[in-house]
Structures are given as C-alpha cells and as structure tokens.
Nanobody, 127 residues
Framework: VQLQASGGGLGQAGGYLRLSCAAS????????MGWFRQAPGKEQEFVAS????????YYAASVKGRFTISRDNAKNTVYLRMNSLKPDDTAVYYC?????????????????????WGQGTLVTVSS
C-alpha cells in the first residue's frame, strides 16, 4: 500500500486547509486510517483517525471541534479538513493506514498501530 499526502501549504490563522491522502496498491488490506503531525523540535503526535466504515472517528483534544476527518472509499482517499487554523498547527502532517481493526482512543492514537505511512505534507500557519 502506498499513501500519497497532499494539500499542505501556507495557511493563515483562522483560515482553513484541506489535506488529502490517496491510497494505492492493495488497499483492501487496510482498515482504519489516521493523520499524525510533527512540529519542528517536537515529537510526533496523533491528530485524527477514521475507521474503515467511516463511522468511528477520533480526534486529539488540540484539534477537536476544528478538524474533520473523512474518507471516500470509492476514491481510496482520506481527507483532513482543518478549520480555525492556529500557528500551533504548523507541522508536517503524515497520513497512515492500518491493517487491523482497532477501537478506542489509545489504540487509534498509537503510531505503532499503523502499517503504512505517507511521505508527509508541510502545513505552515502564519499569525
């Protein structure tokens, strides 16, 4: 499975951006998908996750209410709509896919749960 993230760039505080993650290859082997981010000088952190059927979503407290994760299984694509951007949202955003079923925040937020990773897309939010 290959993941290609796109949509990053320069955003303004209070504005929005939408990231996309297109999956190719043996996508039938994937289940849930997630977004993680890593800001300069900081550790990677969980952002959001969505189940294979798109019914279950999870968000980090720092983005809940501002970000929305969604997926279009017909296009093998996952999206992250980021509203009300803050300078603290500046980071490289990575999409990831997991093969196994996973429920509960602790599971979906753990990087070790995911089997495939995209190359990352840079989001920079100016104040």
């Amino acid at each position: 499975v290959q993941l290609q993230a796109s949509g990053g760039g320069l955003g303004q505080a209070g504005g929005y951006l939408r990231l996309s993650c297109a999956a190719s290859g043996n996508t039938f082997s994937t289940n849930g998908m997630g977004w993680f981010r890593q800001a300069p000088g900081k550790e990677q952190e969980f952002v959001a996750s969505i189940g294979g059927n798109a019914f279950s979503t999870y968000y980090a407290a720092s983005v809940k209410g501002r970000f929305t994760i969604s997926r279009d299984n017909a296009k093998n694509t996952v999206y992250l709509r980021m509203n009300s951007l803050k300078p603290d949202d500046t980071a490289v955003y990575y999409c990831a896919a997991r093969k196994r079923y996973c429920s509960g925040y602790e599971c979906v937020a753990a990087p070790s749960t995911y089997d495939y990773w995209g190359q990352g897309t840079l989001v920079t939010v100016s104040s």
